[in-house]
């Protein structure tokens, strides 16, 4: 089975605090993804990676940067926290090439900023 | 822009009674579509995928979909609702085979059921 595990399933941080979220894979999945969910929102996409130091930006990536060294990590960090970037925090994998693939969803880490 | 559209944020059934959620597409092309189940305090895991191989789609726990060009739809259905389909269900579009391309979610469904 997949396994897109997150580092966190509940975060409590402050406002201006540097917000690291860690999403691991164990598929050699070449795609990743950050998403964050809120009620009546659906999932909204922060950024992606396609290849490893590779980055493209979603819908939303203001307020977030996304680090990936490793085919198998994606990191997510709020460099400055805000209390309208509490939410959840969904991570996602995908194989490479056909895009029809399904992705592949980690349990979320629930942020709150205070 | 792709966008999805899910009829109705909250669907109440009784159960043993039919499960219909909506979900309405805007492409131009025949995109790649997908249903995804949230059970609570847990990721999404899909319930099923449309690729053009055919119409009707099977998923996992009795839910099936079919895609409708001329409606652009792909309504999510199952016979009889069972207490433990009680989640939250996303529609989900890819519109391209390009490398990088991205799923675009709807808002999603709350789907209760009623003993």
């Known amino acids: 089975d997949v396994k897109v595990t997150q580092s966190s399933r509940y975060l409590v941080k402050r406002t201006g605090e540097k917000v690291f979220l860690e999403c691991v894979q164990d598929m050699d999945h070449e795609n990743m993804f950050w998403y964050r969910q809120d009620p009546g929102l659906g999932l909204r996409l922060i950024y992606f990676s396609y290849d490893v130091k590779m980055k493209e930006k979603g819908d939303i990536p203001e307020g977030y940067s996304v680090s990936r060294e490793k085919k198998e990590r994606f990191s997510l960090i709020l460099e400055s926290a805000s209390t309208n970037q509490t939410s959840m925090y969904l991570c996602?994998?995908?194989?490479?090439?056909?895009?029809?693939?399904?992705?592949?969803f980690g349990p979320g880490t629930r942020l709150t900023v205070l | 822009a792709q966008s999805v559209t899910q009829l109705g944020s909250h669907v109440s059934v009784s159960e043993g009674a039919l499960v219909l959620l909506r979900c309405n597409y805007s492409s131009s092309v025949p995109p790649y579509l997908f249903w995804y189940v949230q059970y609570p305090n847990q990721g999404l895991q899909l319930l099923l995928k449309?690729?053009?191989?055919?119409?009707l789609v099977k998923g996992i726990n009795g839910f099936e979909a079919e895609f409708k060009k001329s409606e652009t739809s792909f309504h999510l259905t199952k016979p009889s609702a069972h207490m433990s389909d009680a989640a939250e269900y996303f529609c989900a579009v890819n519109p391209s085979s390009a490398r990088g391309s991205r799923l675009t979610f709807g808002e999603g469904t709350q789907l209760t059921v009623n003993p």
């Open positions: 449309y690729t053009s191989a055919a119409t």
């Open positions: 996602a994998s995908s194989p490479p090439g056909i895009t029809n693939n399904e992705q592949f």
